[in-house]
């Protein structure tokens, strides 16, 4: 049973930073594809970023330059690094797996999702 975790969330002023991170297990983390998406109630579940298992990277061009994804396949967990974070960000962000060699960047590509951390910036 693949299971993902994600913890990091919280409250945090306008231009301050967060980092998210997301525990994997029951997945052979090594293999996959893992990415973040956000998801707010008046907007449909965004991409934000996304790394292969070569630790190839996709963001999304609204966090380009400020959020940074990473992993570590030895703790099986991928983290998302928010800096100069802005009210916008405000949203709950998921982990997601799957298998495969792409950066995939809409949320149909993924088969594993994880319960969501909420994030809010305050102005």
């Not at 693949?2 to 293999?31: I, T």
């Not at 956000?38 to 579940?45: F, L």
Request: glycine share 8%; net charge positive; aromatic share 10%.
């Amino acid at each position: 049973q693949v299971q993902l975790v994600e913890s990091g969330g919280g409250l945090v002023q306008a231009g301050g930073s967060l980092r998210l991170s997301c525990a994997a297990s029951g997945h052979p983390l090594n293999s996959a594809t893992m990415g973040w998406f956000r998801q707010t109630p008046e907007k449909e579940r965004e991409f934000v970023a996304s790394i292969t298992w070569t630790s190839v990277t996709s963001a999304a061009d609204s966090v380009k330059g400020r959020f940074t994804i990473s992993r570590d396949n030895a703790k099986k967990t991928v983290y998302l690094q928010m800096n100069s974070l802005k009210p916008e960000d405000t949203a709950v962000y998921y982990c997601a797996a799957r298998t495969g060699t792409f950066p995939y960047t809409t949320p149909a590509d993924y088969n594993y999702w994880g319960q969501g951390t909420q994030v809010t910036v305050s102005s």
